[in-house]
């Protein structure tokens, strides 16, 4: 078993940044890619970004590219999300996610195995 603990989440300004990190436990993550994935009220959870189990490769979606950044330190076992330049509609519960297939890009939820239970991120106009 694996467990995700994801922390960070808060309210923030526009224009503003945050830092999530996600703790695991259970399993080294230094063999598995892993995901963040944000869910909106009323909306299905979306994919954000995923790294590669080495940290060399990294994949966002279009609407994160260029203020978020996904990062991984596989001796503490976390990975991290940071957010720069935070606007309204980023506001979302964001879980973190592991796969434990190889594959070279997981966009889909269902192609995760492991989940966290969310942070939530707000971001005030």
């Known amino acids: 078993q694996v467990q995700l603990v994801e922390a960070g989440g808060g309210v923030v300004q526009a224009g503003g940044s945050l830092r999530l990190s996600c703790v695991a436990s259970?399993?080294?993550?230094?063999?598995?890619?892993m995901g963040w994935f944000r869910q909106a009220p009323g909306k299905e959870r979306e994919f954000v970004a995923t790294?590669?189990?080495?940290?060399?490769?990294?994949y966002y979606a279009d609407s994160v590219k260029g203020r978020f950044a996904v990062s991984r330190d596989n001796a503490k076992n976390t990975m991290f999300l940071h957010m720069y330049n935070l606007k309204p509609e980023d506001t979302a519960v964001y879980f973190c996610?592991?796969?434990?297939?190889?594959?070279?890009?997981?966009?889909?939820?269902?192609?995760?195995?492991?989940w966290g239970q969310g942070t939530q991120v707000t971001v005030s106009s």
């Open positions: 996610a592991l796969d434990l297939q190889y594959r070279r890009v997981a966009v889909h939820s269902d192609e995760y195995d492991y």
């Open positions: 259970g399993r080294d993550i230094s063999n598995y890619d």
């Open positions: 790294i590669s189990r080495s940290g060399e490769f990294t």
